[in-house]
């Protein structure tokens, strides 16, 4: 049972740098998220993709662009990497939105930018 | 706004000692509510959840019961044992979104 599978699950940037993070599920969920989540914070949504074909902004979304390529993958993307965005990420699906569907988590990737 | 609020950790408790995690919360409308729980290293799995007034959500020993005339969700657990140790996190999905909202986090400790 794979569920949701993100990669990288370590990577360390330097200031400026760009980088992909990849998510795939294999349950059919019609719905896909990102979030970070920062000590004493929670979780935070940066970016959803309620289903194929659409992404929307979420709480935090500034720096970071989102591609649904299709229906399993929900990519996450860094353009320039600032300090402030290191964080333990998350990807998460769920069948739809509405809100009695259980969000399906990752395992998170550690991201560290120097 | 739609907000979760939950008790601050660190909590400490002895093997066998009685749990309790208070969780409020403040949503317009229904929303559904839920208990994660993450353990060292690992991504948030659901521990329970309830999608309307007066439900209760149970698993592993843990209970829940959705109170509207409170706005709470607490967790609850009669008897801890060491493998209970981790992050909970109580949260809210209302409807017609597709956002769910998090509490910052209570961690719990059990020692034997």
């Known amino acids: 049972n794979a569920g949701v599978t993100q990669t990288p699950k370590f990577q360390v940037l330097k200031t400026g740098q760009s980088m992909t993070l990849q998510c795939a599920q294999d349950?059919?969920?019609?719905?896909m998220y990102w979030y970070r989540q920062d000590p004493g914070m929670g979780l935070r949504l940066i970016y959803y993709?309620?289903?194929?074909?659409?992404?929307d902004k979420g709480e935090v979304p500034n720096g970071y662009n989102v591609s649904r390529l299709n229906k399993r993958e929900f990519s996450l993307r860094l353009e320039s990497a600032a300090p402030s965005q290191t964080s333990v990420y998350f990807c998460?699906?769920?069948?739809?939105?509405?809100?009695?569907?259980?969000?399906?988590f990752g395992e998170g990737s550690w991201l560290t930018v120097v | 706004g739609n907000s979760v609020t939950q008790m601050e950790g660190p909590v400490t408790l002895s093997e066998e000692a009685f749990l309790t995690i208070n969780c409020t919360y403040t949503?317009?409308?229904?929303?559904?509510l839920f208990w994660y729980v993450q353990y060292p290293g690992e991504g948030l799995q659901l521990l329970l959840k309830?999608?309307?007034?007066?439900d209760k959500g149970s698993n592993k020993g843990f209970e829940a019961t959705y109170r509207k005339e409170t706005t709470s969700f607490h967790l609850e657990k009669g008897s801890v044992q060491v493998s209970d140790s981790a992050v909970y996190f109580c949260?809210?999905?209302?409807?017609?979104?597709?956002?769910?909202?998090f509490g910052s986090g209570t961690r719990l400790s059990i020692r034997p």
């Open positions: 949260a809210l999905r209302y409807s017609s979104a597709s956002k769910i909202i």
């Open positions: 309830a999608t309307k007034a007066d």
């Open positions: 993709s309620a289903s194929e074909g659409t992404t």
């Open positions: 349950m059919n969920h019609n719905s």
């Open positions: 949503a317009t409308g229904y929303p559904s």
């Open positions: 998460a699906s769920s069948v739809t939105e509405d809100s009695g569907n259980t969000i399906y």
